[in-house]
């Protein structure tokens, strides 16, 4: 409602102060649209405050689902990352081991290779190679042992290599589950990411909005205490200009009244007279006009260029920022000049007013009409009909008030009517 602010600020300017020509019925049915309109970003800005609550929660929720998924995928890289340094360690024992049992078979075959060259016979060769029997039955022994610990060390690392390859086999086939399972929770965790960066951009977006809203709430707020306070104002003009009226026209009928008393009373002298002199009886005065609010000798105006033809009961000066031209009752009340109807509404003091803008801060008012024939935004040119002469608003006759004004300031009617 910024712009209702605007237009509240160009009437008051237009019309100036204690005689503000804003429409007090029009200022409160804009009064009711702003409050309205509060209640309506009130509740506007609930629904988003809901919605940001929801999409806040559905955030935090895809915030702990990355966080789980992140640390599931760092999981399963920290397990790879461990199994492929137990391969390491496994083919680094595997390189021992095949070099432990390259080193027993090369001792295997020269035992191989000695026991051929001594022939099948060999345990018997060895006894019999000693000098005495129990030296050949220890070196048989011996020679036994030695064959049967080198048979015993290979078969160990046979055994040995046979299960690392098992582990290796395992480990491998265990690195290729994880390797699949890692891409899998990358793919997951790239969709969470994505869902959690557009419930983010949701949340900042509802947060604009609820911003927007409650700096819109706010101006509201500063635009109804204003518009609260011109019509404070619209009141306590219209109440003064009512009083003004009220106590002009009472002066003018005790006026007038005075003045009937005072002619009556002068009649019947002249009566009382005639009858001493057995004269005829005067005729009687004809009635003072009590309706009409007298500021002097009452003079015709209108003509090319005037709003209305009429008596001028109410001249510019003193009191009045403007003329008070009384006229029958459905009288065509004629635009001043070329310019756009801006303001065209009822206002407790003035009745049915239409205010028209011509441009150069000049601006004319006419009041008290009996109908406006023209809406606001209408352009009219000089001598259109305008409105009709009446008595709303409570005046006491039909009469014409018209007002001009330049910034907002009151002109001499008169001088500038005359000159054009």
């Not at 040119?381 to 001009?404: C, I, M, R, W």
């Amino acid at each position: 409602m910024r712009h209702a602010s605007l237009v509240i600020a160009a009437m008051l300017t237009l019309t100036g102060g204690a005689t503000a020509q804003q429409s007090q019925k029009d200022a409160e049915k804009k009064l009711r649209q702003l409050r309205g309109e509060i209640k309506e970003v009130k509740q506007e800005k609930a629904v988003i405050d809901d919605r940001r609550d929801v999409a806040t929660s559905e955030l935090k929720a895809a915030d702990q689902k990355v966080n789980s998924s992140a640390k599931q995928l760092a999981g399963t890289e920290n397990a790879i990352s461990a199994e492929t340094q137990n391969l390491k360690t496994l083919e680094a024992r595997r390189l021992q081991l095949e070099q432990g049992l390259a080193e027993q078979k090369v001792t295997l075959g020269k035992l191989v290779r000695g026991a051929y060259m001594t022939g099948s016979d060999a345990p018997l060769k060895v006894l019999l190679s000693q000098d005495r029997v129990s030296e050949g039955q220890r070196a048989l022994v011996q020679y036994q042992i030695l064959q049967r610990d080198r048979n015993q060390k290979i078969q160990a690392i046979n055994n040995d290599l046979r299960e690392l390859a098992t582990i290796r086999a395992g480990i491998e086939q265990k690195q290729v589950a994880l390797v699949n399972a890692q891409a899998q929770q990358k793919q997951e965790l790239a969709v969470l990411q994505k869902d959690r960066a557009a419930r983010d951009a949701l949340v900042a977006q509802l947060n604009s909005q609820f911003q927007a809203k409650e700096s819109r709430e706010k101006a509201l707020g500063k635009d109804a205490k204003s518009l609260e306070k011109l019509l404070a104002n619209l009141r306590a003009a219209a109440a003064r200009d009512a009083a003004r009226r009220k106590a002009a026209a009472e002066a003018a009928r005790k006026a007038a009244a005075a003045e009937a008393a005072k002619r009556e009373k002068a009649y019947e002298t002249r009566v009382r007279e005639a009858t001493k002199r057995g004269a005829p009886p005067p005729p009687k005065p004809k009635p003072v006009e009590t309706a009409v609010a007298t500021r002097g000798p009452i003079m015709q105006v209108g003509g090319l260029g005037w709003p209305v033809s009429g008596s001028l009961i109410e001249a510019f000066g003193g009191d009045s920022s403007g003329l008070l031209i009384a006229a029958p009752s459905g009288t065509t009340v004629r635009a001043v000049a070329d310019g756009k109807v801006v303001f065209a509404e009822w206002m407790n003091g003035y009745g049915l007013i239409s205010i028209v803008d011509h441009g150069n801060g000049y601006m004319s008012l006419y009041a008290h009409n009996e109908a406006l024939l023209k809406d606001v935004g209408a352009t009219v040119h000089k001598g259109d009909a305008l409105s009709t002469v009446g008595n709303s608003g409570g005046a006491n006759q039909p009469a014409l008030y018209f007002e001009l004004r330049r910034n907002g300031q009151p002109v001499n009617p008169t001088t500038w009517l005359q000159k054009r």
